[in-house]
């Protein structure tokens, strides 16, 4: 009798944890009340395919830097995914992109070559660093609604390319996500 009990306990753990993780499409995800896969994939889609037609008619050479992108909504939303994902597609199609994140180190490696103590032929030349001509940037707003017993949220995902010589705005995009779910709110 135990043995058949500790046979049942062990089936019904691993049928529970075979069970527990399905991965999926993020693309084709339904989407729910919280920010997530769908809200992601078609901000990054969407910008990529607006800002990548925009870049290709342009003139010269972009060194486009990514700024913030700011959350103002009460969700927690990491915005660096949509950042990253938005850069790496572009990066695959041949725009450029400034990383200031090291660029203290990349000094540092610069004055020490000058120093004498690393090989010239391997040290690091000073006057290749490259500024950014752009600045890419923007925000996530939401307006909230409880009319009844729905709850009702508009999310605003805009961003922003700005020439940093001229100050002029060259490229803005927005999308929208509109959801609207039963709630057991008592009080609004």
Same mark, same amino acid.
């Not at 805009?158 to 999308?175: A, F, M, P, R, Y």
């Given at each position: 009798m135990k043995r058949f009990s500790v046979f049942i306990l062990l089936a019904a753990v691993t049928a529970a944890g075979c069970a527990g993780t399905q991965y999926r499409d993020a693309a084709e995800d339904k989407g729910s009340m919280e920010w997530g896969a769908k809200e992601i994939k078609a901000t990054v889609n969407k910008m990529v395919d607006s800002l990548y037609r925009h870049l290709k008619d342009s003139e010269g050479t972009a060194f486009i830097e990514v700024k913030k992108i700011r959350n103002r909504t009460g969700e927690h939303i990491d915005t660096k995914i949509i950042s990253d994902e938005i850069v790496t597609q572009l990066i695959q199609k041949r725009f450029r992109f400034i990383d200031r994140s090291y660029t203290d180190e990349a000094v540092k490696e610069m004055e020490k070559g000058m120093t004498g103590l690393i090989d010239p032929e391997s040290a690091v030349p000073t006057g290749g660093l490259v500024s950014p001509n752009y600045y890419l940037y923007g925000e996530?707003?939401?307006?909230?609604?409880?009319? @009844?017993?729905?709850?009702?949220?508009?999310?605003?995902?805009? /961003?922003? /390319?700005?020439? /940093?010589?001229? @100050?002029?705005?060259?490229?803005?995009?927005?999308?929208?996500?509109?959801?609207?779910?039963?709630?057991?709110?008592?009080?609004?």
């Open positions: 996530i707003r939401e307006n909230m609604q409880y009319p @009844g017993r729905t709850q009702k949220q508009y999310i605003v995902v805009t /961003l922003t /390319l700005s020439n /940093l010589k001229t @100050g002029v705005i060259e490229w803005q995009d927005q999308q929208s996500f509109y959801k609207v779910s039963a709630t057991t709110r008592i009080s609004h």
